[in-house]
């Protein structure tokens, strides 16, 4: 049983106890009985009445409850569509009190909600609206009067992000671009004179207008005064590189050089202007030293002919080198030229110096092939022999390659222009292979020189025997300090001191040629002895180039020479 139902009989016996106390008390007064019907009817109509008002007033709020229930559900259900939610399902069956409570805590939270978006809506555009100003860009479309969606507030809060992103952006490319061109006006002694220079320069960074076109005007004003800041510094630097030039030329000592080495640094319209008047002076001065100049241009053009490899008719084709009449139509003339020929090499000049690292390698490798055919380097001590070894086998290896590099651009070069690539007046390829069969020839002709000399050399042995010569320096007879020693078929040589020279110490002598000397006139003919103990000092210089010399039955050929180290 309910507490309720509990209470309720709980007061009907309270009515019945009140009622009933209250007869007793009527008798014991002594109340007539249609007095106690009276009282009885009176308590009865209080009782019914109370209840009555009582009823009443339940009866008041269960109608105030049904109403507001009618009211919140109204609401709620508005709310729930400008808020684009789903509308509110009240779950079982609840009483009147719980499902009024219920609505209107739930209509409580939607107004809530719908204070809040409209709220960030609000912030939402005035933040918008600030941003757009500054971009000038629109607005954002949005409905002012209606609850925004969570989606819209959340692509509203994007473009918000990606505008405040953009402004950071341009404002950062506009402080530096307004950088860039306060130094290029400072650079160029320019002074704002359009409104938009002015409001870029003069105005407050904040109040400029960032928009993409504006962004893009100001690149714009930057681009040509970049553009009017590297056409200054062409012409400054030319007219410095003419300055130097002339100073070259006229041999301008060093003291009047240092006089205008302030503006030989800048761009700045004050520098541009004295260089200018340097330049001038020069000229002046250039007119007035005619001959001087044109010869110190025709070293220059030497130069440009070495270095650019002309062969001799190239360079007398540019006949007035040779005028000796010197006057400024000449020194025009030998201007041209050397323009010309300058803008030629450097055009070419990674070609030029792959023939120069051509040229000096070749030198090198002659070098080391003259080297390779002289004796006296076998006694060069030091290691220096080893180190030029290692230099030639390298430079055997890498001057081909050279060459077929060189062959593979100048090939380029010529299917590009369309024009031999001339080096001393032939095409490289052509130049290298005369150099070649130059080297060759050379070495054919010495080979044939040195058989005809030790063809002469061996006659005049064999005819008149050896011819004896002073040892660099008498060994003692005391013991040698041993040394590397090497075996050659049998026969032994020994490495002694690093000075020491090559002695017949392998058991047997070095034999004399076996033809006798012709004797004196009217005597008999002398042989010269073989067998003799005495030592004989070797004839003729041992090298390279020696004939093979028979020792104890072996021969030891010139090759065998320069294996030993003695």
């Known amino acids: 049983m309910r507490r309720s139902e509990v209470l309720a009989e709980e007061s009907i016996l309270c009515l019945q106890k009140a009622l009933t106390h209250l007869r ?62 789903e509308p509110f399902q009240e779950e079982g069956e609840p009483t009147i009190l719980q499902l009024e409570k219920d609505l209107r805590t739930q209509v409580e939270l939607m107004r809530k909600q719908k204070k809040e978006r409209k709220q960030e809506l609000k912030r939402l555009q005035e933040q918008d609206q600030e941003l757009c100003d500054v971009l000038c860009i629109p607005n954002y479309d949005i409905d002012s009067a209606s609850v925004p969606s969570l989606e819209e507030l959340n692509q509203f809060r994007q473009r918000v992000a990606t505008l405040r992103e953009t402004k950071a952006s341009r404002r950062e490319e506009f402080v530096n671009t307004k950088r860039q061109i306060v130094l290029c006006m400072e650079e160029l002694d320019h002074t704002p004179d359009t409104s938009f220079e002015r409001d870029v320069v003069c105005e407050d960074e904040d109040a400029f207008c960032l928009s993409l076109e504006n962004i893009a005007t100001l690149q714009k004003l930057l681009l040509q005064l970049e553009m009017r800041k590297s056409q200054n510094e062409a012409v400054c630097e030319g007219l410095r590189a003419q300055i130097r030039e002339l100073w070259d030329r006229l041999q301008i000592p060093a003291e009047e050089r240092e006089a205008v080495a302030l503006v030989m640094t800048g761009s700045k319209a004050k520098v541009k202007k004295a260089l200018q008047l ?41 006949a007035p080198y040779y005028d000796e009449d010197y006057t400024e139509n000449l020194l025009q003339l030998h201007d041209a030229e050397i323009v010309q020929l300058r803008n030629y090499y450097e055009s070419h000049k990674e070609l030029f110096e792959g023939v120069q690292k051509w040229e000096e390698s070749w030198r090198l490798f002659l070098e080391f092939e003259r ?11 030091g290691g220096n022999l080893l180190k030029e070894e290692k230099q030639r086998a390298k430079l055997q290896k890498t001057l081909p390659k050279l060459e077929e590099e060189l062959k593979v651009q100048i090939e380029m070069w010529e299917q590009e222009h369309t024009k031999p690539f001339v080096v001393n007046g032939q095409k490289f390829v052509e130049y290298v292979t005369a150099q070649w069969e130059m080297h060759r020839l050379e070495k054919e002709r010495a080979k044939q020189e040195r058989q005809l000399k030790n063809k002469k050399q061996t006659e005049t042995e064999m005819l008149y025997g050896s011819a004896p010569r002073t040892p660099n320096k008498r060994r003692g007879l005391g013991p040698t300090t ?25 058991g047997g002598t070095v034999y004399r040629s076996p033809v006798s000397r012709l004797a004196p006139s009217g005597s008999k003919p002398v042989l010269t002895s073989t067998c003799s103990g005495k030592k004989t000092p070797r004839a003729g210089r041992h090298g390279a180039d020696k004939e093979n010399l028979e020792l104890n039955g072996s021969i030891l050929s010139a090759r065998t020479f320069k294996g030993l180290q003695i």
């Open 24 to 85: 007793e008390i009527w008798e014991l007064i002594g109340i007539p009985e249609d007095q106690r019907l009276q009282r009885t009817e009176v308590v009865k109509k209080h009782i019914k009445d109370l209840l009555d008002m009582m009823i009443a007033e339940e009866e008041s709020l269960k109608e105030r409850l049904i109403k507001s229930i009618s009211i919140c559900q109204k609401e709620l259900s508005t709310l729930c569509s400008e808020l684009q939610v």
């Open 278 to 318: 340097e330049v001038d002076r020069l000229e002046e001065l250039k007119m007035q030293n005619m001959k001087k100049v044109i010869e110190a241009i025709r070293v220059e053009l030497a130069q440009y002919w070495d270095r650019c490899f002309y062969s001799q008719e190239q360079r007398q084709a540019f």
């Open 371 to 381: 080297k390779a055919s002289d004796p006296s380097r076998f006694t060069n001590r």
């Open 482 to 506: 041993p040394g590397k020693v090497r075996k050659l078929n049998t026969t032994t040589v020994t490495n002694a001191t690093a000075n020491s020279t090559i002695r017949p110490v392998f």
